[in-house]
């Protein structure tokens, strides 16, 4: 069996750079991914219309800034082909891939109190020990396929978007059903559309939508942003958001309603998440979230030519941004096409599938290809799906069962030596997803060198740290409207989850300066021995 100082699950964006320090630091480690290739989500996730809605100027790494210099994003938000090449460049040039293995699954992680070690058990029937477990899994790597009746009968093609064929898919001149209206039908509609010779998008829940408003790159933009690189990365990470955004600046509700309109006239033609980043009461006081979300409904019956169909899409039952806000490009336009129509789930439930199609209370709708835009087990999913055990074969599972507990985001009492990426307590999926890894990754590798330094081989959080987090996660999420809505942030999509909410939602600098404040006190909150 392999000895190893650390294992590192995952190769995206999180466990490539967690490798790369570690190599650095002249450490044994060793990759697993299930992947045949590094990119993680990007790997996964190529349904027609991938892209990020982060802008791809600072959705990259910025310890390779070198790379960014060379490298040219062909527009404001990437498709997933760029990302994918991008992740790939960077793996090439620091020679990464060496040190994964591809297409292994970690099924099991057992802590052993007698010897401090991991041990790591694959699919493949693979075992090593290893001091250090880094779970670099993901916030949205685990897709969730609905338990609908019938489901496994259907007899044409069956697709989840986070599971896309690698050769594409032709839609052209097929009856096609797409499952859900979250940011992936929504990116991917119109290109379904597009080929289709009639689409059916079942919609449970419409979700709040802003213009993505992606276009060419300006290459004068770009210019400017390499000229100031340096000090806009640093921005960035230091950030609300992990991005150059506006911090909060407007009161909503001190705007009278013409200053209002004209604002998110303004935040709406710069498109995406402008919209959200500043306004300060926007996700505090409803009134002022009702206002947004008015007139949210407005721009959509401006869009769409049926009225009842322009209702339907319109979402009323959650605050604005509550559940991740949705940036689209001709989604709304899509459904003034003959040949695209919107199904009602509310009104007539899914009854179940059957080998030609999709049953609901109303009719059976006849279709070659289902899409399953159905999301993921969001945050805890990939780590609880790994038998994960600790002191006294405590299972991670059982331990989160009514939620997930850690301290700050990264490490969870009872389970020494296991750092979580991105996990749950921690900003990640509210922010730019590479500069939470990247401020994760950082903090980690920091923390193996001060251990280093004092001959210290094992680090666990306390009991007490660890409450006292979680209780600060849910104070500052109930101190906001997030909670109101039955999102994935909240667990909610999964039948049984624990209804928690998840991320950390007061931001990278805050949470930043409070993880950088754990390891300045000699890592309180911590027991290092
Ligand atoms: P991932 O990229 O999810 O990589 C985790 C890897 O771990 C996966 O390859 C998975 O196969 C592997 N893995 C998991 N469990 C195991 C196991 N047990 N054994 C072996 N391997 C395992 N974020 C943004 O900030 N901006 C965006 O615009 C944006 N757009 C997105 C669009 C889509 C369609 C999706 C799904 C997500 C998007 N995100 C975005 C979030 C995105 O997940 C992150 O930005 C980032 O890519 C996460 O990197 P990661 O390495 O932490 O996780
Ligand atoms: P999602 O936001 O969770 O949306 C899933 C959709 O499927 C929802 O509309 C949901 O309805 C529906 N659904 C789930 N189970 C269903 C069932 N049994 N019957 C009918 N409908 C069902 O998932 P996603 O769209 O894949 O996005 C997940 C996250 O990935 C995003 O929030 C975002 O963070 C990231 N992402 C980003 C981008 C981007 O633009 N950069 C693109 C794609 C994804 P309910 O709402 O009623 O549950």
Redesign the pocket.
């Known amino acids: 069996m392999a000895h190893l100082d650390a294992v590192v ?7 490539l750079y967690m490798m790369h320090l570690l190599r650095q630091r002249g450490l044994s480690a060793l990759g ?4 045949h290739d590094v990119g ?6 190529r349904y027609p219309g ?1 892209r ?3 802008e791809s100027l600072s ?1 990259s790494y910025s310890f390779v800034p070198e790379i960014d210099f060379d490298w040219h994003w062909p527009e404001r938000y990437s498709e997933q082909p760029e990302i994918l090449g991008y992740i790939g460049h960077v793996a090439t040039r620091l020679d990464l891939r060496r040190s994964f293995v591809f297409g ?3 099924t099991t992680a057992t802590y052993d109190e007698a010897r401090d070690l991991w041990t790591v058990g694959t699919d493949r029937g693979d075992r090593l020990t290893a001091r250090f477990l880094v779970m ?6 685990i897709p969730n396929r609905p338990a609908i009746d019938g489901i496994e009968r259907f007899r044409g093609e069956s697709l989840h978007t ?1 599971l896309w064929p690698h050769d594409g898919v032709d839609f052209t001149g097929r009856r096609v059903a797409v499952i859900g209206t979250g940011s ?1 039908a929504i990116q991917s509609v119109p290109r379904i559309a597009g080929q289709a010779r009639e689409l059916f998008v079942f919609q449970r829940t419409a979700n709040h939508c802003v213009p993505a408003q992606n276009h060419p790159m300006d290459p004068e933009a770009e210019r400017a942003y390499k000229a100031r690189y340096g000090e806009l990365r640093e921005q960035a990470r230091h950030s609300f958001a992990g991005d150059v955004v506006p911090e909060l600046y407007i009161t909503i509700m001190d705007l009278s309603d013409q200053e209002l309109e004209r604002e998110l006239d303004r935040t709406w033609a710069q498109g995406g998440f402008y919209t959200q980043y500043p306004y300060i009461d926007l996700f505090t006081d409803r009134a002022a979230n009702e206002r947004v979300a008015a007139y949210s409904r407005a721009r959509i019956r401006e869009r769409v030519n049926d009225p009842g169909t322009a209702a339907l899409l319109s979402a009323r039952d959650h605050p604005f941004g509550t559940k991740r806000l949705c940036a689209d490009t001709f989604y709304f336009e899509a459904f003034n096409e003959d040949h695209v129509r919107l199904v009602d789930l509310r009104a007539t439930p899914i009854r179940a599938i059957d080998e030609s199609g999709i049953a609901t209370s109303e009719r059976h709708y006849e279709v070659d290809a289902i899409v399953y835009a159905t999301g993921f087990d969001a945050m805890t999913g ?1 780590l609880t799906t ?1 038998d994960i055990r600790g002191r006294e074969g405590a299972r991670l599972r059982d331990v989160w069962a009514g939620g997930p507990v850690n301290f700050i985001g990264l490490a969870v009492a009872g389970f020494p030596n296991l750092f979580t ?2 996990g749950p307590g921690s900003p990640s999926v509210l922010c ?3 500069s939470a ?1 990247e401020q994760h990754v950082e903090w980690i590798d920091r923390c193996l060198d001060w251990m280093g330094a004092r001959g210290a081989t094992c680090i666990e959080a306390t009991a007490e740290a660890q409450a006292a987090w979680v209780d600060e996660v849910n104070t500052a999420a109930h101190a906001t409207l997030f909670p109101e809505a039955n999102s994935w942030y909240m667990g909610a999509n999964i039948p049984g989850k624990a209804r928690v909410f998840l991320p950390y939602v007061d931001g990278l600098k805050t949470y930043r300066d409070r993880c950088d404040a754990v390891a300045g006190d000699g890592y309180a909150g911590f027991v290092v021995s």
């Open positions: 699950v995952g190769a995206g964006f999180s466990g697993i991914e299930a992947g993680g989500t990007w790997y996964w996730n991938a990020c809605d982060s959705y292994t699954r970690v670099a899994t993901g916030c949205l790597s986070g992936t990939a790994v990426v991105t730019n997803m590479v890894i």
